[in-house]
């Protein structure tokens, strides 16, 4: 279940794979279940690689007031620039991280293998978003879904369904045949997943 460095270039170069050649297309559009178009959503992952490379960089013990990465204006083969450059950085913070390195997060104070694991969840279901808003389907990877499941969602397990459907379902994207779809309130478990004391944090 632990994630690191490599796991973020993988999936960084996975969804930049997927996304460029879908630069010339309308990134107006809307993603269907989410109130942000295609380019908020872009916007949004730049910012999360942004976000957990401050916080784990510096070892915050607040929230940080962390620079917008992505100005007003930029188009889509500019912003993809930036998030090649935003999750680059993150992974060599994770890389150089020793193993008791901590920084806040909100759903808890966070290892670099629980900021490579958020890293990876924010950059898939969030080009799994885009894909869907553009009309191009984005193939999750299973195995990457297998191990990102456990370590941000033990308090869900077991689930019985696919790793991409139970990463889906995770983040409240899908419902399952024996799971309603989850609403807004979720959360992940991003602390040393040997802390996890077999609650819910978000019951």
Not at 11 to 29: I, K, N, Q
């Amino acid at each position: 279940m632990t994630l690191g460095a490599a796991d973020v270039e993988s999936t960084r170069d996975l969804v930049l794979g997927f996304l460029t050649p879908l630069s010339g297309r309308d990134w107006t559009a809307p993603v269907p279940d989410l109130e942000w178009d295609c380019d908020q959503t872009l916007r949004h992952m730049i910012s999360a690689q942004a976000w957990y490379a401050a916080h784990l960089a510096t070892r915050a013990t607040r929230r940080l007031s962390v620079l917008n990465a992505a100005a007003p204006g930029l188009g889509v083969d500019a912003l993809l620039d930036i998030l090649r450059a935003q999750a680059s950085i993150l992974a060599d913070v994770v890389r150089s991280a020793p193993p008791d390195a901590r920084g806040l997060h909100a759903s808890g104070i966070t290892d670099p293998s629980g900021y490579a694991a958020m890293s990876c969840d924010e950059l898939l279901v969030h080009t799994w978003d885009v894909g869907r808003g553009l009309g191009e389907p984005f193939a999750l990877p299973e195995e990457l879904c297998s191990r990102l499941v456990p370590r941000l969602f033990p308090m869900w397990l077991p689930i019985n369904a696919a790793p991409r459907e139970a990463f889906l379902w995770c983040n409240g994207r899908i419902a399952l045949p024996d799971r309603p779809r989850l609403d807004g309130d979720w959360g992940w478990w991003s602390s040393p997943i040997e802390e996890w004391d077999g609650t819910d944090p978000d019951a």
